[in-house]
């Protein structure tokens, strides 16, 4: 089983739309969790840390829900600037610290 | 934040030939850096992580003889391909973390294009 799971998409919306991610992790004791968001042919640039409590930035939603070992990103209001692949990662101190991603989810916002 | 700078940002190699990639951290000391590699339409797999001062750990199925992973100092790790194949053609990035920032700082990235 994957560390981290996403749907890859591709997710194709219309300017203005609301669009959701969501990433399950498999590692219980998985202590960090973040939204990256990666442009083609780039490297990933953070975009938010996501808490348990849950967390806004903007147009941008992260939720955390640790029972069911599950990270949602809603995104409102969607632009032309939102294409990207988002990637779903997750830091675990019984692993090392090591960083995990999912795959990415595509997300194209269509004019 | 903080500052990964990785170099060069692309490279076209030969096959056979060798190709060293640099990571560097500006601003800050780190101990600890990551090497991934990214094929198109994928996520990043981890091949090794670089410890300062001692030899690298390497990720299962990772050749540790072809990516030779060398961190002689607190700001700086290189991966070295050695014997390049086409194969070997991909997104190569480095990755730090900084004391008291729980995210992970990237280098640009290194496309690696063996002909």
């Known amino acids: 089983r994957k560390e981290v799971e996403q749907d890859p998409g591709p997710f194709n919306v219309p300017e203005g739309a609301t669009v959701a991610f969501n990433c399950t992790y498999s590692?219980?004791?998985?202590?960090?969790f973040f939204w990256y968001r990666q442009d083609c042919r780039k490297e990933p640039k953070l975009l938010m840390s996501?808490?348990?409590s849950g967390n806004e930035d903007g147009r941008f939603t992260a939720q955390l829900n640790r029972a069911s070992q599950y990270i949602s990103l809603l995104i409102r209001d969607s632009k032309l600037s939102d294409s990207a692949t988002y990637l779903c990662v997750v830091k675990s101190a019984n692993t090392g610290n090591q960083f995990y991603f999912g795959t990415g989810t595509s997300l194209t916002v269509i004019p | 934040g903080a500052v990964v700078s990785q170099h060069p940002s692309r490279v076209i190699c030969k096959s056979g030939t060798s190709v060293k990639i640099e990571c560097r951290s500006l601003d800050f000391q780190a101990t600890t850096m990551f090497w991934y590699r990214q094929f198109p339409k994928q996520s990043l797999m981890l091949m090794a992580t670089s410890n300062e001062g001692s030899k690298a750990t390497y990720e299962q199925g990772v050749e540790k003889d072809k990516f030779l992973i060398n961190h002689a100092s607190l700001t700086l790790s290189t991966l070295t391909v050695t014997s390049a194949h086409p194969e070997d053609s991909s997104f190569y990035i480095c990755s730090a973390s900084k004391t008291g920032y729980p995210e992970a700082f990237f280098g640009q990235g290194t496309r690696l294009t063996v002909v």
């Open positions: 590692n219980s004791a998985s202590q960090s």
């Open positions: 996501v808490y348990s």
